[in-house]
């Protein structure tokens, strides 16, 4: 007979379902790509931490990740570069491989050095990749802040308290924003303070936005002062601060507007109104 050990005493009280008895438990099959990525897993780790090492920026890199909302950790971010790389690395040697075929480049080093090139290449995409999905979800967030603030400042006037509103536009509204609310929540539920939660939602977003949403959400829960009106004008200034935006975004395009037009349609145009008069005097002198 085997010992029963805490574990199995308290296991009837806690689990919800009635746990299988060993005997009767089947174990799957391990697949193909479990056995490759226990054979070449390590070696990629290794790779993963010299790439840290030569690139470094752990820091930026785990503020990236946090404010990307990615469920990646250092070590997974540095291990997807080292895939990006050997990807790179495949297309340098590739393109190394069909200039050496048509004889347009004898040297070895340079074909090497392009392959490089590219491994490097390869490297920096997973990076640039990481800083554009940040700035989606800043923008996706500075979007649905004017609407998540005035849901706030609704409940809020309805009576109940700031704990109530969040979790009530929390649990109803999807999005970036309330994703992080409902993590602040998690976390003051699990023992930090509601405003030290809320601090640290401010420090991953690092929006000026949600900052002096902070801001004021922790005024109102430490000194009980009214916060419905408070919430109105900072959405009314987020809305404000977005047709700026877009303002300002149109103002670009329109000077981007005007290189097609100057350089392709006014061309075509002086064609098309001085042909004529050209074709006239040619004949006129023939």
Same mark, same amino acid.
């Given at each position: 007979?085997?010992?029963?050990?805490?574990?199995?005493?308290?296991?009837?009280?806690?689990?919800?379902?009635?746990?299988?008895?060993?005997?009767?438990?089947?174990?799957?099959?391990?697949?193909?790509?479990?056995?490759?990525?226990?054979?070449?897993?390590?070696?990629?780790?290794?790779?993963?931490?010299?790439?840290?090492?030569?690139?470094?920026?752990?820091?930026?890199?785990?503020?990236?990740?946090?404010?990307?909302?990615?469920?990646?950790?250092?070590?997974?971010?540095?291990?997807?570069?080292?895939?990006?790389?050997?990807?790179?690395?495949?297309?340098?040697?590739?393109?190394?491989?069909?200039?050496?075929?048509?004889?347009?480049?004898?040297?070895?080093?340079?074909?090497?050095?392009?392959?490089?090139?590219?491994?490097?290449?390869?490297?920096?995409?997973?990076?640039?990749?990481?800083?554009?999905?940040?700035?989606?979800?800043?923008?996706?967030?500075?979007? /649905?802040? =004017?609407?998540?603030?005035?849901?706030?400042?609704?409940?809020?006037? *309805? $009576?109940?308290?700031? #704990? &109530? @509103? %969040? !979790?009530?536009?929390?649990?109803?509204?999807?999005? /970036?924003? =309330?994703?992080?609310?409902?993590?602040?929540?998690?976390?003051?539920? *699990? $023992?930090?303070?509601? #405003? &030290? @939660? %809320? !601090?640290?939602?401010?420090?991953?977003?690092?929006?000026?936005?949600?900052?002096?949403?902070?801001?004021?959400?922790?005024?109102?829960?430490?000194?009980?002062?009214?916060?419905?009106?408070?919430?109105?004008?900072?959405?009314?200034?987020?809305?404000?601060?977005?047709?700026?935006?877009?303002?300002?975004?149109?103002?670009?395009?329109?000077?981007?507007?005007?290189?097609?037009?100057?350089?392709?349609?006014?061309?075509?145009?002086?064609?098309?109104?001085?042909?004529?008069?050209?074709?006239?005097?040619?004949?006129?002198?023939?």
């Amino acid at each position: 007979m085997r010992r029963m050990t805490l574990d199995d005493r308290l296991a009837p009280y806690l689990a919800d379902t009635p746990r299988q008895s060993r005997l009767l438990a089947t174990t799957a099959p391990a697949s193909s790509l479990g056995a490759v990525e226990r054979l070449v897993g390590p070696t990629i780790k290794g790779l993963a931490r010299r790439v840290d090492g030569w690139i470094g920026g752990a820091v930026s890199v785990r503020r990236r990740l946090a404010r990307a909302g990615a469920p990646m950790t250092l070590e997974e971010f540095r291990v997807q570069q080292v895939l990006f790389g050997a990807c790179g690395l495949g297309i340098g040697l590739l393109l190394s491989l069909l200039v050496a075929l048509r004889g347009a480049h004898r040297s070895p080093v340079a074909l090497l050095v392009l392959a490089g090139v590219f491994a490097v290449f390869g490297v920096m995409v997973r990076d640039n990749l990481l800083s554009r999905a940040v700035r989606r979800r800043e923008a996706r967030m500075v979007a /649905e802040f =004017p609407t998540i603030a005035e849901m706030l400042a609704l409940a809020v006037g *309805a $009576g109940e308290s700031p #704990v &109530s @509103a %969040l !979790e009530r536009v929390s649990r109803i509204a999807n999005g /970036e924003l =309330p994703m992080e609310l409902r993590q602040a929540l998690a976390e003051s539920r *699990a $023992g930090a303070t509601l #405003v &030290s @939660a %809320l !601090e640290a939602l401010a420090t991953r977003t690092a929006l000026p936005a949600v900052i002096r949403f902070v801001d004021g959400m922790a005024v109102a829960v430490e000194r009980g002062t009214p916060l419905a009106d408070v919430l109105r004008a900072q959405a009314a200034d987020a809305r404000e601060e977005g047709r700026r935006a877009l303002l300002e975004a149109g103002g670009r395009k329109e000077i981007a507007m005007l290189v097609p037009v100057v350089f392709f349609v006014l061309p075509v145009t002086v064609v098309f109104a001085l042909f004529p008069g050209f074709y006239g005097l040619h004949l006129a002198v023939t």
